[in-house]
Each structure stands twice: as C-alpha cells, then as structure tokens.
T-cell receptor
Framework: GAVVSQHPSWVICKSGTSVKIECRSL??????MFWYRQFPKQSLMLMAT?????????EQGVEKDKFLINHASLTLSTLTVTSAHPEDSSFYIC?????????????????FGPGTRLTVL | DAKTTQPTSMDCAEGRAANLPCNHS???????VYWYRQIHSQGPQYIIHGLKNNETNEMASLIITEDRKSSTLILPHATLRDTAVYYC????????????FGAGTILRVKS
C-alpha cells in the first residue's frame, strides 16, 4: 500500500509552547489528508480534513485557532498545536487519501501515518 | 454513514482462523464495508473493503451476507502479530467522505 510518514514520532514539550507535526505522503500525491486524535484506550476521533491549497475543514468541537493545519503541497500537511496544555497530550495520526485512478474511477483509499505521541508537561 | 456494531473483544489461538463479525443492519445500497486494524501505538492499517460480493486479498477475506446487514472478516491463519484492534466501518465511497471509527474489536491471538 501507499506510504505515509509522520514527524516527529514523539515529542515532549512545555505547557504554553507550540508543536508542529508533519504528515507526508511518500509515494503518491494526496490532495486530501485527514488529522485524527486518539486518547488512551479510546478510538480515533477525526479532527479535520486538510485540502491542498485551501482551508481545512474542522469537525465540530475542534478549535481551528488552536489546531492550525496547513496543506501547502500535494505531499505535505502540517498540524500545529498552539499554546499546548497537558490536556492536549494525545496520539495524533494523519492519513492521506490516494488519488483518483485513470479513467475517472476513484481508488479513494486512506493510508495512515504511524502517529505522533505528544506529551505536554 | 450507517452505524456498526462489533464485539468488544475476541480471543483466537495462533494458527487458527480468526472470524471477526460486524453488524451493519442500517447499511444503505451505496455504502461499502471497510476493515482497518490498529496495532498498539501505531496508525491504522487498511485491510480490505467490499460492497456486496465476498472479497479476498493477501491479508484477509471479507464475507458479506446477502442482505448486507452483517459481515465477517476472516484472518485465515492468525499469528501473534495479528493482535490488534479491528475496526469495521461503513461508508459511501465518494471523494469527500471521511472515515469514522467506532470502538472496534480487540483481537488477542494467543499461543
């Protein structure tokens, strides 16, 4: 399957600082990427949909000014957690959707990155 | 997207087939059944998907009932590395659709 990477794989930061997480599609171009958050022993929760060249679409209850998403190229989306606090500590996972196949049919599969473990002290 | 119901957890002996059920009684005609799994502290991994016909790939088989109200993911020869949370997701395949994860089934493969 397609490969999606995330960087860093883990990060520890002080309360009040900002943290940037990168999501890259390594062997395909992704016009759409998704950002999820997962707390311990819980399922993944979709935070936002990131579209290349346009503003991200945030899910209800997700603060867009706190979780800044930039999708500046077809292979890179970034999530910046601004003024992080301990309650933002979580496992952040991105996914990228494969492009449409030739002939108009859509493969439309999502491939996930390995996740980034954020700990805010 | 239709809601799915999965057992909370299941155990399977190593080398045996693991059969993971999923109920999606409210599925509509244009909704596909997708299966992903998540090994501890990793991102989810795509396994398989189908509409109404049974599907098989190198990882698993997907059996969908004729009325499409339920399905079963089959791992033919489970190994310890198959221990993971398995998510059954039903959604319309359109270019704008999101994946919404439920609680999933914790599969424990035991030696």
């Amino acid at each position: 399957g397609a490969v999606v990477s995330q960087h860093p794989s883990w990060v520890i930061c002080k309360s009040g600082t900002s943290v940037k997480i990168e999501c890259r599609s390594l062997d395909f171009q992704a016009t759409t990427m998704f950002w999820y958050r997962q707390f311990p022993k819980q399922s993944l929760m979709l935070m936002a949909t990131s579209n290349e060249g346009s503003k991200a679409t945030y899910e209800q209850g997700v603060e867009k000014d706190k979780f800044l998403i930039n999708h500046a190229s077809l292979t890179l989306s970034t999530l910046t957690v601004t003024s992080a606090h301990p309650e933002d500590s979580s496992f952040y996972i991105c996914s990228a959707r494969t492009p449409r196949l030739a002939g108009g049919s859509s493969n439309n599969e999502q491939f996930f990155g390995p996740g980034t473990r954020l700990t805010v002290l | 997207d239709a809601k799915t119901t999965q057992p909370t957890s299941m155990d399977c002996a190593e080398g045996r087939a693991a059969n993971l059920p999923c109920n999606h009684s409210t599925i509509s005609g244009n909704e596909y059944v997708y299966w992903y799994r998540q090994i501890h502290s990793q991102g989810p991994q795509y396994i398989i998907h189908g509409l109404k016909n049974n599907e098989t790939n190198e990882m698993a088989s997907l059996i969908i009932t004729e009325d499409r109200k339920s399905s079963t993911l089959i791992l033919p020869h489970a190994t310890l590395r198959d221990t993971a949370v398995y998510y059954c997701i039903v959604r319309v395949v359109g270019y704008g659709n999101k994946l919404v994860f439920g609680a999933g089934t914790i599969l424990r493969v035991k030696s």
